[in-house]
């Protein structure tokens, strides 16, 4: 460490890292034109009763943003004034994070509503998957409206065939859709062994949002 970076403050130090993450990013994207090449184009599907689905979905992006992808996340329950901690991060990371939901939707007064706010969604979900501008696109708690019968799987899984290629999807939340387990390269169940909430301890800032 030089004396420089031993004087910075955090903000600094972070401004710096950031600076020089975009100077490699442009380094690598200088090598191509379009998306990022890819051996085998990937749908994962993360889904099961326990903790853990959108985390590893927020840990891949971590790791494709490290490579230099451009990512979109669509978030099909979360609200629209949410600001969670991958709100944040993804703002100061430049990454295209969009809440289209209207919060826990087993908790709704307006069901009508929310099957539209569910459409919206998947209309702008299919359309940055198929802009090909995006080489990652997380379809964030995509099952529930699958599963409430709001959106058809079999238009969900023909988008996903046809998308441009490079084009990398996860998806995630509980009871996924048989088809969409049958169509998915990967899929990781999580099953929930201990929870805190059990014990009265509600979801934690950093940890759980």
């Not at 993360?46 to 979109?72: D, E, H, S």
């Not at 058809?152 to 999807?169: F, M, S, T």
């Amino acid at each position: 460490m030089t004396t420089d970076d031993a004087s910075m403050s955090s903000g600094e130090a972070l401004e710096r890292a950031s600076e020089k993450h975009e100077e490699l990013v442009e380094q690598w994207q200088g090598r191509w034109e379009g998306l990022f090449p890819k051996k085998h184009p990937l749908v994962v599907l993360n889904t099961g009763n326990g903790k853990g689905k959108t985390t590893a979905a927020l840990g891949v992006t971590m790791r494709a943003w490290g490579r230099g992808w451009k990512i979109c996340w669509l978030q099909f329950i979360k609200s629209k004034t949410s600001n969670y901690g991958e709100t944040r991060a993804a703002r100061r990371m430049g990454i295209e994070m969009i809440p289209l939901g209207d919060g826990f939707t087993w908790l709704s007064k307006d069901i009508e509503h929310d099957k539209a706010l569910a459409r919206e969604c998947w209309a702008l979900a299919r359309e940055k998957i198929e802009s090909a501008e995006f080489d990652l696109v997380v379809l964030d708690e995509i099952t529930y409206p699958i599963t409430y019968g709001w959106l058809d799987v079999e238009d969900v899984i023909e988008v996903l065939r046809n998308r441009p290629q490079d084009v990398d999807v996860i998806m995630t939340g509980r009871d996924a859709h048989p088809r969409l387990v049958e169509f998915a390269d990967t899929v990781t169940e999580m099953t929930e062994v201990k929870h805190v909430y059990q014990s009265g301890v509600k979801a934690q800032p950093g940890i759980d949002y």
